[in-house]
């Protein structure tokens, strides 16, 4: 379990470091956290998380119409943010599954496995 009081101590030492937000993301999060969640209200399951993961190699098909349907990453959890729109996943089901994925389709890049990993 993380310490929220230590989070807190930390992102208000970071605060005074930084009183005018030039940070990378501190002018959008001005250094303040919202409200610990429960584990119940942390965690809700996404639509489609039972569903199969549906690729097991690089896909980026070109001129697909249905490139964002969400269909397309079925079986699979955002567990980072990279940046930009793109982000990393975590396949929960299928074929791939305990694999992460790296979600690139915000710069034309695709759905493409990590790792591995040791």
Request: with cysteine; hydrophobic share 35%; glycine share 10%.
């Amino acid at each position: 379990m993380w310490d929220a009081d230590h989070i807190r101590a930390r992102m208000a030492d970071l605060a005074r470091q930084d009183p005018e937000c030039r940070r990378f993301g501190a002018s959008w999060h001005r250094y303040r956290l919202g409200p610990v969640l429960t584990e119940a209200e942390d965690w809700v399951v996404p639509d489609g998380l039972p569903l199969p993961f549906p690729h097991t190699g690089h896909w980026n098909p070109y001129q697909d119409e249905d490139y964002y349907d969400p269909r397309r990453v079925t079986g699979s959890l955002v567990i980072a943010e990279y940046g930009c729109g793109i982000v990393y996943r975590l396949v929960i089901t299928g074929p791939a599954r305990g694999e992460v994925w790296l979600d690139d389709r915000e710069t034309d890049r695709g759905l493409m496995p990590v790792g591995p990993f040791p």
